[in-house]
C-alpha cells in the first residue's frame, strides 16, 4: 500500500507540472479555436534562455527569470505577427499547419543559438526529499506544483471573470463574427500567443530544473498531448483534471509493470488512456461539445 501511495504521490505531482504545460495548449486554443503543435518546442526554448542567463552569463535568479518571461513573450508576439496574423480567418488547418512547421524551426533554432549539449537551470531549492506522512517528495515538486496551481488558477480566473477573457473566448467561437462586433481580433490573437510564451517560460524553468535543457525537452509537449486531449481542448480545468489523472496512471502503471517488461510503460499509457476516453467522450472530460445542424 505504502509504494502504491508513493507512486501515486510522484504521479500526481508530475500531472500539475504536465498541466501546466497544458495551459499553453488551452490558452491558444480558446482564443484561436486551432491546436498549437509547438507548445513544447517553446517550453524548450524558455528552457535554453533561462539556463544561458543562469549559467553563461550569472545573472540573478529573479533577473534571469524576468528576462525568460519578457523573451518569451517577445518571441510569442513575433510568431503571432509574422506567422499567424496573416492566416486570420483562414482554415483552421492552416494554421495547425504554420505550428507544426513553427516547431521544427524552433526545434533547429534552438541548439543553433545555444549549442546543443545539455545544460542545467540551478534553483535554489535543496535536494533532499521531505518525508511528509512516511512518503518521499521532492521539494523541487512542491514548489512546481504550487507555481503550477497558482497560474492555473489565475488563467482560469482570466477567461471566466474578466472582459478581455470573454472577449478572446469570443473571437474562438467565431472570428468574422468578432470582427463584426467590433472586438480586435488581431489584439487578442496576440495577447493569447503572449500567455502561452508566460507558460512557456515557467515551464521552460520547471522542467529544465528537473529534466536538463536541450532539443529533448520539447518531447514535453508530446507528453502532455493526450492531458489536452484528454481534458478537453477548451477547458482550463480539464487541462489541471487531465494533468493530475495522466501523471497518476502512468506512474502507477509504470510503477507496477515495468518490472516485467524492462521499461516504456510511460511511453504509451498516456495514450492509450487517451483513446479510452475519446472513445467515450468524443470531446474529453470537460471539452465544449460541438452541435452542427445539416
Do not use: C
Not at 500526481?12 to 504545460?21: C, D, T
Not at 529573479?62 to 525568460?68: E, L
Not at 467565431?174 to 489584439?187: D, F
Not at 507496477?256 to 467522450?281: A, E, H, S, W
Amino acid at each position: 500500500m505504502d509504494f502504491f501511495l508513493q507512486l501515486l504521490v510522484n504521479g500526481l505531482m508530475v500531472g500539475a507540472l504536465y498541466a501546466l504545460v497544458a495551459l499553453g495548449f488551452v490558452l491558444i486554443y480558446k482564443a484561436t479555436d486551432a491546436i498549437n503543435f509547438a507548445q513544447g518546442e517553446l517550453v524548450m526554448i524558455g528552457g535554453f534562455i533561462v539556463a544561458v542567463l543562469l549559467g553563461s552569463y550569472g545573472f540573478p535568479l529573479v533577473v534571469a527569470v524576468a528576462g525568460t518571461i519578457v523573451a518569451m513573450i517577445v518571441l510569442a508576439f513575433g510568431v503571432e505577427r509574422m506567422i499567424l496574423r496573416p492566416l486570420i480567418g483562414r482554415p483552421v488547418i492552416a494554421v495547425i499547419m504554420a505550428t507544426i512547421g513553427l516547431a521544427s524551426i524552433l526545434k533547429g533554432i534552438g541548439p543553433l543559438l545555444f549549442r546543443a549539449e545539455t545544460k542545467n537551470v540551478p534553483l535554489p531549492i535543496p535536494d533532499a526529499p521531505l518525508f511528509v506522512s512516511g512518503l518521499l517528495i521532492s521539494p523541487i515538486q512542491i514548489v512546481a506544483v504550487a507555481i503550477s496551481l497558482i497560474f492555473l488558477a489565475l488563467f482560469g480566473s482570466f477567461f471566466l471573470r474578466s472582459r478581455i477573457g470573454i472577449a478572446m473566448r469570443a473571437v474562438a467561437d467565431s472570428q468574422q463574427v468578432a470582427m463584426a462586433m467590433g472586438i480586435s481580433v488581431e489584439r487578442y490573437f496576440a495577447l493569447a500567443w503572449a500567455m502561452a510564451g508566460i507558460v512557456s517560460a515557467i515551464g521552460g524553468i520547471i522542467w529544465g530544473n528537473l529534466l536538463g535543457v536541450d532539443v529533448h525537452l520539447s518531447l514535453v509537449g508530446l507528453k502532455v498531448f493526450p492531458v489536452v486531449i484528454l481534458g478537453g481542448l477548451d477547458s482550463i480545468l480539464g487541462a489541471v483534471v487531465g494533468g493530475l489523472i495522466v501523471g497518476g496512471v502512468e506512474s502507477v502503471a509504470a510503477g507496477y509493470i515495468d518490472p516485467y517488461v524492462g521499461g516504456g510503460t510511460k511511453d504509451f499509457i498516456p495514450y492509450l488512456l487517451m483513446i479510452v476516453i475519446l472513445m467515450i467522450r468524443p470531446y474529453g472530460l470537460f471539452g465544449k461539445e460541438i452541435i452542427e445542424r445539416v
